[in-house]
């Protein structure tokens, strides 16, 4: 496998962990999932984002960077790591949910952690209508999510590609629209095969059958 680390990432309910677990055991890769329900502001947050949106978004900073932190040291039997989130994410939430002074705050603490961890060799993003979204995030029924607002999940995803269309290096844009990682092999291999692939820097747009 040419690329060492493998990022999955999406909107809320886009299918990364799924589609990461997968990937994972069928490269025989490392897998670094974002420990969420640790968090013990999320509930509150989505009752009352106002208040508890600074605290969630620092405490979800603090366990990303513990977990990808580890991935400088070097594992001997898996050469390759996939992992469910980019540490980028901390600031793309953090602009849609703080005020501009949180934010300002919150950027000068990231900018700092983010210089000292490495950087995926290629980004996956799963790109899914709201709609599809909300169809995923109920089957999962996490009690704490089912009052996401359609806006919410819409400032994210535009978030997400406005950082995209600006990022150095390879994302490959995966139309998720139909996606069924679980139940639907060749969409698992569709992405399997395409990270065979050699890229140029920039957008590389995939299809699901």
Not at 3 to 18: F, M, P, Q, S, V
Not at 35 to 51: G, T, V
């Amino acid at each position: 496998m040419k690329y060492r680390l493998i990022t999955i990432e999406g909107n809320i309910g886009a299918g990364k962990t799924t589609l990461s677990t997968l990937l994972a055991r069928k490269l025989n890769a490392r897998l670094v999932l974002e420990e969420f329900s640790d968090n013990p502001f999320l509930p509150k947050f989505y009752a009352d984002p106002d208040r508890y949106g600074f605290p969630l978004e620092l405490f979800f900073m603090a366990e990303r960077f513990k977990q990808l932190n580890e991935l400088l040291k070097p594992d001997l039997f898996q050469q390759t790591t996939v992992s469910d989130y980019l540490f980028v994410k901390c600031l793309l939430f953090a602009k849609v949910t703080l005020t501009e002074q949180e934010y300002q705050l919150y950027k000068r603490l990231f900018d700092i952690i983010h210089q000292q961890l490495i950087h995926p060799d290629i980004l996956v993003y799963l790109q899914a209508p709201v709609e599809k979204l909300q169809q995923n995030i109920h089957k999962r029924n996490r009690s704490y999510e089912q009052q996401i607002p359609d806006s919410y999940l819409q400032s994210i995803q535009q978030s997400y590609l406005s950082y995209i269309q600006q990022r150095k290096g390879v994302t490959l844009m995966v139309d998720a629209s139909n996606a069924n990682f679980l139940e639907d092999a060749r969409h698992l291999q569709v992405i399997t095969d395409a990270l065979e692939k050699e890229y140029t820097d920039g957008i590389h747009r995939l299809s699901l059958p």
